[in-house]
């Protein structure tokens, strides 16, 4: 699986880069919307994860702004409060949602590869 991980804070991004290429992934990162949206456009992925309070470009703006459709599982401390509402069902891209903070990174990535795992069946 080629997967593009978007998300401001390196700890995370980093940290979930090295478990999925410790799988055998292909992992390229993003630490802000604006460059996720510019790696999508000459990259092709199979699973975009994605945070949604970002600066420059945040979550929102990228799933407003995808030219390609692929699924994005979104990973975020966002509880609906901030900016509104956030319902999957407005988004139809997005086949999972990871509330942060991750207790633990093993559990994460066996949650975002069922996830995925899931939606290819489904497709």
């Known amino acids: 699986m080629k997967l593009l991980i978007c998300d401001d804070e390196d700890l995370i991004r980093k940290s979930l880069a090295r478990a999925f290429r410790a799988q055998g ?18 990259n092709d992925i199979d699973l975009l994860v994605l945070d949604l309070l970002m600066p420059e470009k945040n979550g929102f703006d990228v799933l407003a702004e995808m030219t390609v459709v692929k699924p994005v599982i ?39 590869t069922s996830i995925y795992e899931n939606y290819i069946r489904k497709v």
């Open 25 to 42: 992934h292909e992992v390229i990162e993003a630490e802000n919307g604006a460059v996720a949206l510019e790696l999508l456009k000459t």
């Open 74 to 112: 979104i990973i975020s401390a966002f509880s609906g409060q901030q900016q509104g509402h956030f319902h999957a069902e407005d988004y139809p891209q997005v086949v999972g949602f990871i509330k942060k903070p991750f207790d633990h990174l093993s559990v994460v990535i066996q949650e975002m």
